[in-house]
């Protein structure tokens, strides 16, 4: 019996491989939030964003997933301030913006 669960166990893992190869995107599925920020940093995937910007955008919003995510005790909010939240958006919006907009000069390229 665990000669068979071993080959299925392997034949899984090669059709994930195999999808991942296919699709590389889905790797992002796979990684943490702040490894996002790590690759886009390394990467240099965000022009006209330097790393300190990229660190100020996600270094908050990772404190506050994990204070959502892992509640040390039920009388502490998410947020300190509503109004940071909607620092947090725009500075999400910023982001994206400048992806969206390095993707479609790429897309122009090619």
């Known amino acids: 019996m665990r000669g068979s669960e ?4 392997k034949q899984h893992a090669e059709e994930r491989i195999q999808l991942k190869l ?9 990684t943490n939030f702040i490894d996002k920020k790590t690759m ?3 990467r240099k995937l965000v ?3 330097a790393r300190r910007d990229l660190e100020e955008t996600f270094n908050p919003l990772e404190e506050m ?3 959502c ?8 909010s998410f947020i300190e301030e509503p109004r940071q939240l909607l620092k947090y958006v725009r500075a999400c ?4 913006s400048k992806l969206n907009d390095a993707l479609e000069q790429q897309t ?3």
Not at 22 to 30: A, E, K, R
Not at 69 to 76: G, K, M, N, R, V
């Open 6 to 9: 071993t080959r299925r166990e």
């Open 65 to 67: 997933r994990n204070r």
């Open 93 to 96: 919006h910023r982001v994206l």
């Open 40 to 42: 886009l940093i390394k």
């Open 108 to 110: 122009e390229k090619g």
């Open 47 to 49: 022009p006209g964003l």
């Open 22 to 30: 296919q699709h590389p995107d889905l790797l992002l599925d796979y």
């Open 69 to 76: 995510a892992h509640p040390e005790s039920t009388d502490e």
